[in-house]
């Protein structure tokens, strides 16, 4: 039994649903592999949304305003869908699949927006009049393909960003003292890259648009990200993967519903009632702070 807990890692599986063998799966490697995720997807969300506003005014025609909030709209949207991806990898799918996933809608995202870039179709006719509204807007049809692209890149970027961290921490054991020292190493690494992601999107990849073209630009964010995906992907054997343990917002909003039902109850005279069986040791114990 002492011999299994040395070899194991508490907690964790390897790809087969066995326990896993921290000799074998774990470590830098596999934490290192998320990491390539995480720096395309930086590429992808910043390199787009940070020059969106001069494509949506120059050749889709639209007003500043108009412009201004379909990027804010796109910018809320990829932050407030990381809830949605929490909850999935938490409770259902675990982090690997939901990364899995939302790394291929948005490399589908991407791809979609290149060729919306790239086919006279799906952009209205030049113009090179003096006001934006002088010009053609695009279309309908135009308008939703490109809602489309931006809207499956938010999704993706939602699903991501709530998942890659915890994922790539997953690969260490807090209760080994050396990996623990690699955990903390891993976050200051899993920063840089974020900011080198950000760093690449707002000069290389906007300079690549606004120089050479935009379809090349987003061309490139869906090769990056496929690249990524395939890295990714061949890891799966020596990755430890945690079993889902629900979601906080579950629990956050068992809380609300039993606070509204249990709102008429009466307190008892002794707040000792108001435990079940849990040692006194890890109560909270019952103030009239929030009465």
């Not at 927006?113 to 053609?136: D, F, G, M, N, Y």
């Not at 061949?234 to 606070?259: D, E, F, L, M």
């Amino acid at each position: 039994m002492d011999q299994m807990k040395n070899w194991s890692v508490a907690g964790a599986v390897d790809y087969k649903g066995f326990p896993a063998d921290r000799s074998t799966t774990g470590g830098w490697v596999p934490a290192v592999f998320s990491l390539g995720i995480e720096i395309c997807e930086r590429l992808s969300t910043m390199g787009i949304a940070v020059n969106l506003v001069t494509y949506l005014g120059g050749t889709m025609h639209l007003s500043s305003a108009t412009s201004a909030n379909i990027v804010t709209d796109f910018m809320g949207t990829s932050f407030m869908l990381c809830l949605l991806g929490g909850f999935l990898a938490d409770s259902f799918i675990g982090r690997y699949k939901t990364i899995a996933i939302f790394a291929t809608v948005q490399t589908l995202g991407t791809s979609l927006l290149a060729i919306s870039t790239k086919l006279p179709e799906l952009r209205p006719p030049p113009c090179h009049a003096a006001q934006v509204t002088q010009c053609q807007r695009a279309n309908g049809f135009q308008m939703g393909i490109l809602y489309l692209a931006l809207y499956l890149i938010a999704l993706g970027t939602g699903g991501l960003k709530s998942s890659v961290s915890g994922f790539g921490t997953d690969q260490f054991d807090e209760n080994d003292e050396k990996e623990r020292t690699q955990m903390a190493y891993f976050f200051s690494r899993f920063f840089f890259v974020i900011s080198t992601g950000t760093l690449m999107a707002v000069t290389v990849l906007v300079y690549i648009q606004d120089e050479v073209g935009r379809s090349w630009g987003y061309g490139i964010c869906s090769i990056s990200m496929f690249i990524a995906i395939v890295i990714f992907l061949s890891g799966t054997r020596k990755y430890r993967y945690k079993k889902c343990s629900g979601s906080p917002i579950v629990h956050i909003g068992q809380v609300v519903v039993a606070a509204v039902k249990k709102r008429k109850i009466e307190l008892p005279s002794n707040t000792d009632s108001l435990y079940e069986d849990f040692p006194e040791d890890v109560r909270i114990q019952h103030t009239n702070q929030f009465r």
